[in-house]
């Protein structure tokens, strides 16, 4: 669906396709002058007048710190951003940087200048094909084919302006580019002035239409979001900008003996490995191998890459087998971003496997090392930071040293030394109004040379729009939103914002890689399978300390819509009846009493669907507390994971006598929580659970004096 524009200006909408008129055509040079010229009237009523309905970046702060004056699109076609800020440096110099998109916009891929024109009066036009990494797993990259305009305006200010060509199978490599959605560039570009005195004032336009429409529904408010485009495009050209200039000027201090532009390319490096990673284009020789649908894991092989490319190190380091890449995507709710970011940076033994980083970093180096699980070895919770600096964008660029040791003297060898991991942190400041945050890392050796192979992993959680609920958009089914919604609880830090009138979300994809050889492919898909699912566990289990409407708290004091009030009653007269006792030992007066005296029952209460495969439908805070799990995420578990094997065998048994006489008493055994761990009870009673019309609407478990095990 795409967005309708107010504005009364319409010419950015007549510029997305070239007019077929034989003396604007592509294949003519004066044709061409026409479009830029044209072009470039757009883009200057964009940068210095109101051709777009400006606004400021929602959550950003202006101050002494700030890197200019930036605001994006109200409403206008397609999603625009346009910044103002006074640097350093002369015209020329920064023309040259900002045309040179690669080295600060790190979701280009690829820009290639297909052909070059004089312009006649001193100017150039180039025709361009550049191709943009998709930011997740659930949709495919996207690519543009553009005309460039540079030229100079009569006060001696220096214009760059760039418009899509028409076109979708315009471009080099038509074959390539088959594995990209042609996305559009309405009239965009740089206006650099020179100040008296020395530096220049920069404006900057990205206007763009991304072709929201192509993908998934949920996705669809970050291909419409200017807060992304400028984030990653508009600012992201500000801040690098800004960076050179205090390089230039010596304001940069030189750390491990570093040049700042090493430390620039080993963030290049770290941000293009992830966001090759993410994407597995097959022209990089990546290959699908799996989709693991009961976790919605990807895991894709690449045996032709070299890591070379990555670290442009003249020693190619040795791949006898390949690079195996495990990633998924899951959606977050009423999670902050940044939030989760700084707790997943703070708190790395919270999700990592030491013995998996053990095994990351000395495949790296080349040396010969066991599977995880085949070596013994323990991280001893010493982990030392060093910062090599944030950049003007606020992005921490560190080294973490993890000390480990084995727990045999035969694997007390070099092989056990300390881990290094080189990882870059984005997206952390609140005051910054960002849409994206990233944790990405990959180890390092531990001398840390310029020319060190990067393998790249890590988090990035990417912005929804917040918006009113719209329960056919979220991950759970109709009835668990509306437990969750009657059953909300809050955290002593919540601002008061419910789930219940509106949700924020966000979308976090994952992505680790691995090096194998060939004899031990299987054996480390399974690593990185297994490994995988653990952080997608522990993750969960973050989000749920983390978001303000988690575990810990009271329920809302509502009166709660009629269907969950309804199940809670269907749950205690059912228990009544079919075993003679009340299963709330207080009297309750109706309302929304029952409910809540359900959601604070000491026991664990869980209720199945009565499916093939039964799933949870709802489970009281103890419940939830047993599982480690949410009630959004609650319909995700099975009733079979939550056994042993013995007791799923008693299970088979327990079901059939619960539909014959209403009820079954299991006796004391040990569970599993979604996270992993073990759980033992003194006694589980299960029962049907009936409608008002004596039908079976799902079975009911409680499980009596858990714990942990």
């Known amino acids: 669906m795409q967005v309708t524009a107010t504005t009364t200006d319409t010419r950015c909408d007549s510029l997305v396709a070239t007019p077929q008129h034989s003396s604007r055509t592509g294949n003519n040079p004066i044709g061409l002058l026409s479009i830029a010229e044209e072009a470039m009237g757009e883009f200057l009523s964009k940068a210095k007048g109101t051709a777009v309905d400006w606004v400021q970046i929602p959550g950003m702060k202006p101050g002494p710190d700030s890197v200019g004056t930036v605001a994006i699109s109200h409403s206008c076609n397609g999603v625009a951003a346009r910044a103002c800020s006074l640097v350093s440096l002369e015209p020329t110099e920064i023309m040259e940087i900002l045309k040179d998109r690669q080295s600060w916009f790190r979701d280009c891929r690829k820009l290639e200048v297909f052909a070059k024109f004089p312009a006649g009066n001193g100017g150039i036009l180039e025709l361009i094909y550049m191709q943009v990494y998709a930011p997740t797993t659930l949709a495919p990259a996207r690519d543009f084919w553009t005309l460039r305009y540079t030229s100079s305006l009569e006060d001696g200010s220096l214009v760059v302006c760039e418009r899509s060509m028409s076109g979708s199978g315009a ?141 442009n190190s003249t020693a190619a380091l040795s791949l006898p087998g390949g690079i195996l890449c495990v990633k998924a995507a899951m959606l977050l709710q009423n999670v902050s971003p940044s939030l989760m970011v700084r707790f997943l940076r703070e708190h790395r033994s919270e999700w990592a496997d030491f013995s998996v980083d053990a095994y990351a ?53 070099v ?205 009281n805070q103890a419940g939830l507390d047993m599982l480690e799990t949410t009630l959004v995420a609650l319909q995700d578990v099975s009733l079979d994971k939550i056994f042993d094997e013995a007791g799923r065998k008693a299970l088979c048994n327990v079901v059939p006598q619960v539909m014959q006489q209403g009820f079954a008493l299991v006796p004391a055994g040990i569970g599993m ?19 008002e019309e004596n039908t079976v609407h799902c079975l009911a478990f409680a499980f009596i004096n858990w714990s942990f095990v």
């Not at 995880?372 to 001893?380: A, C, D, E, H, R």
């Not at 010493?382 to 727990?407: C, D, K, R, V, Y």
């Not at 059953?487 to 090096?515: H, K, M, N, P, W």
């Not at 759980?679 to 299960?686: D, M, R």
């Open 171 to 311: 471009g080099p490599n038509p074959s390539t580019a088959s594995q990209f959605v042609r996305a559009k560039m309405l009239p965009s570009g740089y206006l650099i002035r020179p100040c008296e005195g020395g530096g220049s004032i920069i404006h900057i336009v990205d206007h763009l239409d991304l072709e929201a429409w192509s993908v998934p529904e949920v996705l669809q408010p970050l291909y419409k979001s200017s807060k992304l485009v400028a984030q990653k495009m508009t600012v992201a050209a500000l801040h690098h900008i800004r960076q050179i200039a205090q390089e230039t000027s010596g304001d940069v201090t030189h750390t491990l003996g570093k040049q700042p532009a090493v430390l620039r390319a080993f963030r290049q490096k770290l941000s293009r490995g992830f966001n090759d990673a993410i994407n597995g284009f097959n022209d990089d020789g990546w290959s699908l191998m799996q989709i693991d649908g009961a976790e919605d894991l990807i895991i894709s092989v690449n045996s032709a890459k070299n890591l070379s490319t990555i670290s």
């Open 361 to 413: 970093a000395a495949s790296l180096r080349g040396d010969s090392f066991a599977l995880p699980g085949l070596s013994p070895s323990q991280f001893s919770g010493n982990q030392t930071t060093m910062s090599l600096g944030i950049t003007a964008e606020n992005e921490i660029l560190e080294i973490i040293q993890l000390e480990g040791h084995a727990l045999s003297q035969e694997e007390a060898s």
């Open 415 to 619: 092989m056990w030394r300390n881990i290094h991991l080189l990882q870059i942190c984005n997206g952390v400041d609140d005051n910054a109004g960002e849409a994206c945050s990233e944790l990405v890392f990959s180890p390092i050796d531990e001398m840390f040379p310029d020319d060190a192979p990067i393998l790249s992993s890590g988090f990035r959680i990417l912005e929804l729009d917040s918006k009113t609920c719209d329960r056919q958009d979220m991950l759970a089914a109709k009835r668990m939103m509306n437990l969750a919604s009657n059953l909300e609880v809050r955290s002593s830090d919540a601002t008061g914002c419910t789930a219940s009138s509106s949700d924020s979300r966000s979308v976090l994809i994952i992505a680790f890689q691995f090096l194998f050889e060939s004899h031990l492919q299987g054996n480390v898909v399974t690593m990185a399978r297994q490994y995988a699912r653990n952080v997608i566990s522990s993750v969960q289990r973050v989000a749920m300390a983390i978001t303000p409407s988690g575990l810990h708290g009271r329920p809302k004091s509502t009166s709660g819509s009629p269907e969950a009030l309804t199940l809670a009653r269907w749950i205690c007269q059912s228990y009544s009846f079919h075993l003679g006792d009340q299963l709330l030992k207080s009297n309750y007066h109706g309302g929304d009493s029952v409910l809540k005296q359900l959601w604070h029952h000491q026991d664990a209460i869980l209720c199945c669907s009565l499916k093939l495969h039964p799933v949870f439908i709802f489970a």
């Open 673 to 691: 929580s979604t996270m992993g761990r073990h759980v033992s009870f003194e006694q589980a009673i299960a029962w049907k659970v009936l409608t």
